[in-house]
């Protein structure tokens, strides 16, 4: 975890950038730890699945957020320098892992 495949530059996120998806992993992390309370406290079932539900959502944007900055920035870049082929490739056999 935390490696490319490939060696392309990575291009920094603004502040803004990383407090938007920070906040949004803050708010899942957040979410999770109220399912483990809703757990502790024997809770409805049903309760406690759609809280999950809400949370796979909230992880899905925050990858689509960083799948688009990813597209917009570094394949962009990479396509520019002529290694768009590995660039695409690389983001394409994430998304297929992100999609299951």
Known sequence: MG???H???VVPRTHEEKDKVMNRLKRIEGQVRGIQK???EDRYCVDILVQI???QS???NVGYTVTERHMKHCVTDAI???EGEDSI???MAVL???SK
């Open 58 to 60: 909230a992880l899905k």
């Open 3 to 5: 490696e490319h495949l």
């Open 7 to 9: 060696d392309h530059a």
């Open 89 to 91: 490739e690389e983001l």
């Open 53 to 55: 539900s809400a949370i």
């Open 96 to 98: 297929k892992q992100f």
């Open 80 to 82: 520019n320098k002529g």
């Open 38 to 40: 809703m757990v502790d």
